[in-house]
């Protein structure tokens, strides 16, 4: 397959990268065009406009920074939908709005197209080497065609449904992360406060019931002080936004979210909303004068886990 890849940013670049590397016919195309140019002395091709992608592939990839980059990639002037004929396939792999998806979605279907969303989990770290998981949102036809592009793409992928169902569990993962990273943050500044060791106080929660995914990775670049992770306080406030959209419409009145738009708007307002996201500690750091600093841990995550071809994840095992 000849796939087109458009938004080249800390997720699409290494996304990307793992289509050239494995030898994926690659278009690619970015607002930054030293990006594009980085991707061509790796093998890819520079496309054109959006339109120009989708006529001359067999689908296109768009991983971008909000819906409206999506709708305007799409359906705006030289966009997608300009280049769709029947059996063309786009496949989002924002993190976007289940609503926005599908209204996108629908369009590029009624032209005799397809859609999926296919949102990624797992951090950028996994994303660069092939590793990271993905959720793929289409009918069962559409996902046999593109599971070969998704299992280089990542190593777990699951087909969650109909179009739409991978950006409702998208938004949720994302949600539960930033849950931990809050709680990580309050945790390790009590320990601190009340006299305990932060390495010692890291090793009783990665050892224990109150691990995460999130402490064995953004607690390690809290207490080493990059606080980079690859992702910024604005795309948190993007996603736990759109999972909060998901539970008004569904009508369920949760708690906790509300606080946590509170809490990023503020560390927004402090610090910018460029800033690394396992900063938001940098508001409690702020308020009681400690340091949430150890020695020994690493300024970046890295993926230790070989990369090899991914698999389709089943209910109780892999495909």
Not at 66 to 85: C, D, K, R, T, Y
Not at 86 to 108: F, T
Not at 165 to 185: D, E, F, P, Q, R
């Amino acid at each position: 397959m000849k796939i087109g890849f458009i938004g080249l940013g800390n997720v699409g670049g290494k996304l990307a990268g793992s289509l050239v590397r494995n030898g994926f016919d690659t278009i690619v195309l970015d607002l930054d065009a030293a990006l594009v140019a980085q991707f061509v002395t790796q093998g890819a091709t520079a496309g054109g406009t959006p339109a120009e992608m989708m006529a001359g592939c067999d689908a296109v990839i768009t991983c971008l920074p909000s819906p409206a980059a999506s709708a305007a990639v799409v359906e705006g002037e030289n966009g997608l939908l300009e280049g769709i004929v029947p059996g063309k396939i786009w496949m989002e792999m924002s993190s976007n709005d289940e609503a926005e998806v599908k209204r996108l979605g629908e369009k590029i279907i009624a032209k005799g197209g397809a859609a999926v969303d296919c949102p990624v989990s797992g951090g950028c770290h996994r994303a660069a080497t092939g590793n990271i998981a993905i959720f793929a949102g289409c009918d069962r036809e559409t996902f046999e065609r593109i599971l070969p592009v998704l299992t280089r793409l990542g190593r777990r992928v699951l087909h969650t449904g109909p179009l739409g169902s991978a950006s409702v569990l998208k938004v949720m993962t994302n949600y539960l992360a930033t849950v931990n990273l809050i709680a990580c943050g309050e945790a390790m500044t009590v320990c601190k406060a009340a006299g305990m060791d932060l390495a010692t106080t890291y090793e009783a929660i990665r050892i224990s019931s109150g691990n995460s995914f999130c402490h064995e990775t953004e607690s390690q670049v809290v207490l080493n002080g990059s606080r980079d992770i690859g992702f910024t306080m604005d795309l948190v406030k993007k996603d736990i936004g759109l999972f909060q959209a998901i539970a008004d419409r569904a009508g369920v009145p949760i708690e906790l979210n509300p606080k946590m738009i509170e809490i990023f708007d503020d560390g927004i307002e402090r610090y910018g909303p460029r800033e690394h996201s396992p900063n938001i500690i940098r508001r409690l750091e702020d308020a009681t004068g400690l340091s949430i600093l150890a020695d020994g841990f690493p300024a970046e995550i890295f993926d230790d886990e070989p990369e090899e071809e991914g698999y389709e994840v089943v209910r109780g095992g892999r495909q």
